[in-house]
Structures are given as structure tokens and as C-alpha cells.
């Protein structure tokens, strides 16, 4: 799929993983699509050498349901989301200046879908280290930074936390700010991955 729409230039296109890195070292662009399954260098290393390399730039993923356990990897190399591969133009237009303007694409939906299934497989603290490391992480959180925390990682949007929490969404919107300015957090998709590696919400505890 060739991306045109206004507002957004494609910069370079790469066959493989290797070309990806080579082309945003390159021509620094502000967002990277790449594929998990790339000839050679995967989308996955690919993304973790792009955004260690070319500080600023975004990635966002493309998968396939038949691929979704890699949802969970592409999470935790970086990237600020994941879209299907079948993905209108439109829609994929549109997450390109979501990710732009600094959110996570991550519908709540898919998140709970896909993070959920497979993030029993994801490296986790063992049973015995899980209240230290707990604490460790989440200590600069108050009781409730720590619930819209839990809440972010089960997937929900800023609407459904106000709704969750009887709050308004400015108010939310503060949290999950101070959330991120505590814990060093880039976007919404390192906060669910956090809340499930520090054990904050276990798989398959969502509804």
C-alpha cells in the first residue's frame, strides 16, 4: 500500500529491515511504518535500532491476527502502536498523525485482545521478586496514578477511565500526564506494557 494523502510525504519506502534503518537514519523522518516480517533484519530489531538512532521518530507496526503474538514484542521494542495489514488508507493516514502528534494507536479493543492473550508469554518478574519490583517501579505513583495506570494497561481510552472512575476527562488527562512524567514514559503503549511487566495487571484480568 502506497500511503498519499495531504499533509504527509513519504520520504523513502525499504524491502527489507536493514533498508528501513538506513533510510530514517537518513531522511530522520517523524513517523516509520514497518512490517514485523521483513526479509533479513525483522520489523521488530528494525524498530529498536530506528528508535535508537533517530531520537523523535515514531514507529507503528503492521501485523496480522495471524501474527498478533508479536504485538506484545513490538510493544516493548518501542513502537507507539500496531495497525492490521488491511488497514484503509484512510485509517492509516489518520494513525500516522496520531503518532505524530505524540498519542499511542492503541483501540482499546485490540489492545485488550491482543496484550492480553499474549502477554503471559512476555518476560515477567518471578512470583517471589514480584512485590519489590512493584514497588520499585510504581513507587512515585499515588493510589490513584496506579488505578488509571492499571486501567491503561487493560486498554481503556480516556473516555472509558473518566467513565470508569467518575471523573472528568481533563481530570484524567492530568494523571495519565503525571503518570508518564513520573515513570519516564513515552506514550500509552509503554504504559500498558509497564503495567504488565511490574505485575499491575495480569493477563487475562481484563473484562
Same mark, same amino acid.
Given at each position: 500500500? *502506497?500511503?498519499?494523502?495531504?499533509?504527509?510525504?513519504?520520504?523513502?519506502?525499504?524491502?527489507?529491515?536493514?533498508?528501513?534503518?538506513?533510510?530514517?537514519?537518513?531522511?530522520?523522518?517523524?513517523?516509520?511504518?514497518?512490517?514485523?516480517?521483513?526479509?533479513?533484519?525483522?520489523?521488530?530489531?528494525?524498530?529498536?535500532?530506528?528508535?535508537?538512532?533517530? $531520537?523523535?521518530?515514531?514507529? *507503528?507496526?503492521?501485523?496480522?491476527?495471524?501474527?498478533?503474538?508479536?504485538?506484545?514484542?513490538?510493544?516493548?521494542?518501542?513502537?507507539?502502536?500496531?495497525?492490521?495489514?488491511?488497514?484503509?488508507?484512510?485509517?492509516?493516514?489518520?494513525?500516522?498523525?496520531?503518532?505524530?502528534?505524540?498519542?499511542?494507536?492503541?483501540? $482499546?479493543?485490540?489492545?485488550?485482545?491482543?496484550?492480553?492473550?499474549?502477554?503471559?508469554?512476555?518476560?515477567?518478574?518471578? $512470583?517471589?521478586?514480584?512485590?519489590?519490583?512493584?514497588?520499585?517501579?510504581?513507587? $512515585?505513583?499515588?493510589?490513584?496514578?496506579?488505578?488509571?495506570?492499571?486501567?491503561?494497561?487493560?486498554?481503556?481510552?480516556?473516555?472509558?477511565?473518566?467513565?470508569?472512575?467518575?471523573?472528568?476527562?481533563?481530570?484524567?488527562?492530568?494523571?495519565?500526564?503525571?503518570?508518564?512524567?513520573?515513570?519516564?514514559?513515552?506514550?500509552?503503549?509503554?504504559?500498558?506494557?509497564?503495567?504488565?511487566?511490574?505485575?499491575?495487571?495480569?493477563?487475562?484480568?481484563?473484562?
Amino acid at each position: 500500500m *502506497i500511503l498519499t494523502a495531504r499533509g504527509i510525504d513519504v520520504v523513502a519506502e525499504a524491502s527489507d529491515g536493514a533498508e528501513a534503518v538506513a533510510a530514517a537514519v537518513l531522511h530522520r523522518p517523524d513517523v516509520a511504518l514497518l512490517d514485523i516480517r521483513m526479509p533479513g533484519t525483522d520489523g521488530l530489531e528494525a524498530a529498536r535500532r530506528i528508535l535508537a538512532q533517530v $531520537p523523535g521518530c515514531r514507529v *507503528i507496526m503492521l501485523t496480522t491476527f495471524d501474527l498478533d503474538h508479536y504485538v506484545y514484542a513490538a510493544l516493548s521494542a518501542g513502537a507507539s502502536g500496531f495497525l492490521l495489514k488491511d488497514v484503509t488508507s484512510a485509517h492509516l493516514a489518520a494513525a500516522v498523525r496520531l503518532v505524530d502528534t505524540g498519542d499511542a494507536l492503541l483501540a $482499546p479493543s485490540i489492545t485488550r485482545r491482543l496484550v492480553e492473550r499474549f502477554a503471559a508469554g512476555a518476560p515477567r518478574p518471578a $512470583p517471589g521478586a514480584d512485590g519489590p519490583a512493584l514497588h520499585r517501579d510504581l513507587a $512515585p505513583l499515588t493510589p490513584r496514578e496506579a488505578e488509571v495506570l492499571a486501567l491503561l494497561g487493560r486498554g481503556l481510552s480516556n473516555t472509558e477511565l473518566a467513565r470508569e472512575l467518575t471523573l472528568s476527562e481533563s481530570t484524567v488527562k492530568t494523571h495519565v500526564a503525571r503518570i508518564f512524567a513520573k515513570l519516564n514514559l513515552r506514550d500509552r503503549a509503554q504504559a500498558v506494557v509497564l503495567a504488565y511487566e511490574t505485575g499491575l495487571v495480569a493477563p487475562g484480568g481484563a473484562d
